[in-house]
C-alpha cells in the first residue's frame, strides 16, 4: 500500500488550501483514512478521519473549518481546510488503518500506513 500526500503550500491566515491523499495497492472506500498533522518540536496529532462507512471525525481545533472528503473513482481522499490559521502551520501526512472494517482513531498506532508529508504554512 502506498499513499501520496500533495496539496501543502504557504497561504495568509484565512486562506483555504486542499489535500489531497493518493492510494495505490488498497480501495479507500473500504478503508479508513486518517489525516494527522506535526509541527516543530511536537507529536503528530490526529486531524480527522473517513471511516470505511463513511462516517467522518474531527479534532476539535478543526472542526467547522476542515472537510474530509473520498473520491472512490480516483480513490483518493481529501481535507479541505477553510479560514487557517498560523497554528495549523505543521508537516500533514495521511494513513490507513490497517483492516477493512477498523475504525478511525486518533491514535498514530493504530495506522499501518502512511504517506510521505506535505507541508501547509500560514502566515499571519
Known amino acids: 500500500v502506498q499513499l501520496q500526500a500533495s496539496g501543502g503550500g504557504l497561504v495568509q491566515a484565512g486562506g483555504s488550501l486542499r489535500l489531497s491523499c493518493a492510494a495505490s495497492?488498497?480501495?479507500?472506500?473500504?478503508?479508513?483514512i486518517g489525516w494527522f498533522r506535526q509541527a516543530p518540536g511536537k507529536g503528530r496529532e490526529f486531524v480527522a478521519g473517513?471511516?470505511?462507512?463513511?462516517?467522518?471525525f474531527y479534532t476539535d481545533s478543526v472542526k467547522g473549518r476542515f472537510t474530509i472528503s473520498r473520491d472512490n473513482a480516483k480513490n483518493t481522499v481529501y481535507l479541505q481546510m477553510n479560514s487557517l490559521k498560523p497554528e495549523d502551520t505543521a508537516v500533514y501526512y495521511c494513513?490507513?488503518?490497517?483492516?477493512?472494517?477498523?475504525?478511525?482513531?486518533?491514535?498514530?498506532?493504530?495506522?499501518?500506513?502512511w504517506g510521505q508529508g506535505t507541508q501547509v504554512t500560514v502566515s499571519s
Open positions: 494513513a490507513a488503518v490497517g483492516r477493512a472494517d477498523a475504525r478511525i482513531t486518533n491514535r498514530v498506532t493504530d495506522y499501518n500506513y
Open positions: 495497492g488498497r480501495t479507500v472506500s473500504s478503508y479508513g
Open positions: 473517513i471511516q470505511w462507512n463513511d462516517s467522518t
